[in-house]
T-cell receptor, first 112, second 112 residues
Framework: NAGVTQTPKFQVLKTGQSMTLQCAQDMNHNSMYWYRQDPGMGLRLIYYSASEGTTDKGEVPNGYNVSRLNKREFSLRLESAAPSQTSVYFC???????????FGPGTRLTVL | GENVEQHPSTLSVQEGDSAVIKCTYSDSASNYFPWYKQELGKGPQLIIDIRSNVGEKKDQRIAVTLNKTAKHFSLHITETQPEDSAVYFCAANDSGYSTLTFGKGTMLLVSP
């Protein structure tokens, strides 16, 4: 099993450009999550999907949209990138019954 | 919502010493407390977790203790090795939601 996979690993954007970060899991988990990690700020939840067909805002949702494409895939979209969105983005998946989450390897995004 | 405080932010020890990282949480309804290890350039990896129905859990050189009354939990690493050097995050589940709130992390450096 690959666990949680994310693409791309690295990305550089110019201010105003758009892009979609992809995440997939092969553990048959119901819940999926998007976090951003900034120095000294820990992991902050952007959006999550408790089950297929549902999405909810986390702590820092502004400037982002998400799509739960199916049970395996959960994408994060930046419609108009801003320098403040320079960060490392992590996707995670887990089960509601245990609250345990498993993380992907991350996408390092730089917005110039 | 839940608030998780983690201390210290950095910790330097000599190989073979013990290391202790402490976290406090605010929501008395939280009942799941995982710890993650993040190596440079990688995603957080779950290393141990504890639920509120137990006070201590051990796995080889690592252990976690939980004090529900004081609302704090700690990670203990014994006989530290250079490969233990990483950033460690504690977290607590958000009651009523399928989400976790993370501490800001502790950078552990183990010197040979």
């Amino acid at each position: 099993n690959a666990g949680v996979t994310q693409t791309p690993k690295f990305q550089v954007l110019k201010t105003g450009q758009s892009m979609t970060l992809q995440c997939a899991q092969d553990m048959n988990h119901n819940s999926m999550y998007w976090y951003r990690q900034d120095p000294g700020m820990g992991l902050r939840l952007i959006y999550y999907s408790a089950s297929e067909g549902t999405t909810d805002k986390g702590e820092v949702p502004n400037g982002y949209n998400v799509s739960r494409l199916n049970k395996r895939e959960f994408s994060l979209r930046l419609e108009s990138a801003a320098p403040s969105q320079t960060s490392v983005y992590f996707c995670a998946s887990g089960e509601l019954s245990t609250d345990t989450q498993y993380f992907g390897p991350g996408t390092r995004l730089t917005v110039l | 919502g839940e608030n998780v405080e983690q201390h210290p932010s950095t910790l330097s020890v000599q190989e073979g010493d013990s290391a202790v990282i402490k976290c406090t949480y605010s929501d008395s309804a939280s009942n799941y407390f995982p710890w993650y290890k993040q190596e440079l350039g990688k995603g957080p990896q779950l290393i141990i977790d504890i639920r509120s129905n137990v006070g201590e859990k051990k796995d080889q050189r690592i252990a976690v203790t939980l004090n529900k009354t004081a609302k704090h939990f700690s990670l203990h690493i014994t006989e530290t090795q250079p490969e233990d050097s990483a950033v460690y995050f504690c977290a607590a589940n958000d009651s009523g939601y399928s989400t976790l709130t993370f501490g800001k992390g502790t950078m552990l450096l183990v010197s040979p």
